[in-house]
């Protein structure tokens, strides 16, 4: 075959291909083209819903004025992010932003892969873009009393977070490393984490699940305590925003009395006083008001509407936390006449408050301003003392709880770890009243998580005496069982006292007063006793200066860190009937302003030290190798 022939065939077969590819090419010369970039700035084709982003558009040509640019997600018409081509320049790109919902629809359905449309009056409006979209892990922090198994609804094929196609974490299960101590029915006098220890380990499983699943935020879900803790790692932990949402379950965030009842027989320290009211209001909830954005929301148990079926809270209630703690801070509120042990169970509370959230679609979320300090707060509620003692297998104990003129209803609630002990109940008539569950708000829980075991009530009950018989069980231990008992009562006297500071610096001095009330008359006051724990476990007892009508002492706290205070009051009323009450306080000691530097210089001088020995260790073993060889 000639030459001429060979080219002529050359240009037969290529040349329609070379008309072609130069058509497409001229195509994509004229029109936009939209990327999506890391924060790194490299292109990319998937990320997990929440990760930082951002938009580059370019255009074929030079633009004669300011072109504003609006990105949108798919059909939804969202706007998610924008940017304006400068005159005479052909791209612009956007700032970073969270691509937060992205992996679901406004239906609440699953989007695996997302299209993003570039919309502006003068551009192609054929600029797109698609990225694959994973969802967000979800991250379940437990409470008091607690572990990873309270959310065993939650986890695994078949669990809630699966059905959603959702990949579900709990700290201490295993999945990455962290595990939170908020104390063990096995070993109640064993120390627990405090908060700030548990939001600790929090961030640490929190980095490890982002390492796993190379997202950047997460979800968190927390019961109970669990809120505290996240609330905390969230304020004071988070370095780079990483958490999407908040969701609490029956966090009492004003605290819950019924902790007193574990607190006086010295277990579950220091989580059952953190967790008492005064210490949430007075001490945590005023350092810990930052939210970085982070939106907040609270459900509420209220499961519990009639004041003598609550043994240790305000109703309406979930037994452990009142409807007026969890909602006492601002949050997207929302309550379920569910109770407290099964918030975190409950496929009802899954279906129609959890989920929702966890399927909140783009545009819903709003980086939250932090919200005001609150300055109103419930009126605390009025207690007995804290009766403690031990119960031998075999034997029994009675206690004597005084009722004053005036009261309503009287609550009674037993704190029993071993829950095997039985109460059989005298009123001031000398009768024994068998408890009822309708009449008396007989109540038996057998989750630790409530801190209470047994609850009953009385309305309109009769001044003087109560007698309560606790006696062991079938089901009592060979050492026996401790027990705590209290009551609270509506009506009748009331205590008011405080202490201030409640943000003292260590060795300054705190102030404690007490008055005792009733019928809007000052009662003198008998006895005033104040139990104060320290902050390594040690308890002092001191008694109050009584002048007059009051009762006032000053103290002064020597080391740093949270104190609690069971200030017991005792007087009469004027027909001599006994009249006791007790207020459950808290205040925190700061450390002196530069012990935090001090500290912070001898751990910089340990560091270097450490580091030089193991730089000469290093060398020595090089050396000798290298004799050796």
């Excluded at 699966?162 to 063990?184: E, F, I, K, R």
């Excluded at 949402?245 to 953190?274: H, K, R, V, W």
């Excluded at 308890?539 to 002492?553: D, P, R, Y």
């Excluded at 000691?589 to 340990?606: F, K, N, S």
């Amino acid at each position: 075959m000639s030459r001429k022939a060979l080219l002529f065939l050359y240009i037969s077969l290529f040349t329609p291909l070379l008309i072609s590819r130069g058509r497409d090419a001229l195509a994509q010369s004229t029109q936009d083209s939209l990327s999506i970039l890391n924060r790194e700035g490299k292109t990319i084709t998937q990320i997990t819903d929440g990760d930082l982003i951002r938009l580059r558009i370019v255009s074929p040509a030079n633009v004669e004025r300011d072109t504003p640019v609006n990105f949108t997600l798919g059909g939804s018409g969202i706007q998610v992010s924008s940017c304006t081509i400068p005159a005479h320049s052909r791209s612009c790109e956007t700032g970073l932003f969270r691509s937060l919902g992205w992996h679901w629809d406004p239906d609440g359905k699953p989007v695996s892969v997302v299209q993003v449309q570039a919309v502006s009056t003068i551009l192609s409006p054929t600029a797109a873009a698609q990225i694959q979209v994973a969802p967000r892990p979800v991250i379940l922090v437990h409470g008091f009393l607690s572990n990873a198994s309270a959310w065993q609804y939650y986890l695994g094929e078949t669990g809630f977070a699966a059905q959603l196609g959702l990949h579900a974490y709990a700290v201490g299960d295993g999945q990455v490393p962290g595990l939170m101590n908020t104390g063990s029915m096995e070993n109640p006098a064993g120390q627990t984490n405090t908060i700030a220890e548990n939001a600790a380990i929090l961030g640490e499983y929190i980095a490890g699940v982002k390492r796993a699943t190379q997202a950047e935020m997460v979800d968190l879900v927390g019961h109970s305590m669990g809120g505290y803790i996240s609330r905390y790692y969230i304020d004071r932990l988070m370095q780079e925003r990483d958490v999407a949402q908040l969701i609490m379950l029956g966090t009492p965030n004003l605290g819950s009395d019924c902790a007193n009842l574990p607190a006086a027989l010295g277990f579950y320290l220091p989580a059952s006083l953190e967790i008492r009211p005064s210490y949430m209001i007075g001490v945590f909830n005023p350092q810990i008001s930052h939210r970085h954005g982070v939106p907040f929301s609270a459900v509420a148990g209220t499961g519990i509407q009639e004041a003598i079926k609550s043994p240790c809270t305000d109703i309406p209630t979930d037994i452990a936390a009142a409807r007026t703690s969890v909602l006492g801070i601002q949050s997207h509120s929302y309550q379920t006449p569910v109770l407290h042990t099964d918030l975190n169970t409950s496929a009802k509370v899954f279906n129609e408050f959890v989920r929702p959230l966890l399927q909140k679609t783009a545009g819903t979320f709003v980086d939250e301003p932090d919200p005001p300090l609150a300055t109103a707060h419930p009126t605390p509620l009025q207690f007995t003392r804290v009766l403690t003692g031990h119960v031998a297998q075999g034997s029994e104990q009675q206690v004597t709880i005084h009722i004053d003129p005036g009261v309503s209803v009287a609550n009674f609630a037993l704190f029993d770890p071993t829950h095997s002990l039985t109460v059989t109940v005298t009123g001031a008539s000398g009768r024994v009243i068998i408890l009822d569950p309708v009449k008396n708000g007989l109540i038996v829980v057998n989750d630790p998580a409530t801190m209470l075991y047994l609850g009953y009530g009385f309305q309109n009950p009769k001044p003087g005496p109560w007698k309560v018989a606790l006696r062991s069980g079938e089901n009592t231990p060979a050492y026996g069982a401790d027990y705590a008992l209290t009551a609270h009562f509506q009506g009748g006297a009331a205590l008011q006292a405080e202490i201030a500071p409640l943000l003292p610096r260590q060795d300054e001095t705190v102030v404690i007063r007490a008055k005792l009330n009733l019928a809007n008359a000052t009662l003198p006051i008998d006895d005033a006793q104040a139990l104060i724990r320290t902050p390594d476990g040690q308890q002092v007892s001191i008694l109050l200066n009584i002048t007059g009508e009051a009762a006032e002492i000053s103290w002064l706290p020597r080391l740093p860190g949270a104190y609690s205070v069971d200030l017991i009051v005792k007087g009469q009323t004027p027909e001599g009937i006994p009249v006791e009450r007790t207020a459950f306080l808290s205040f925190q000691a700061q450390p002196p302003p530069g012990l935090t530097r001090v500290y912070l210089v001898i751990a910089l001088i340990i560091l270097a030290v450490l580091s030089l020995a193991a730089f000469l260790i290093i060398l020595f073993i090089s050396v000798r190798r290298a004799r050796r060889s």
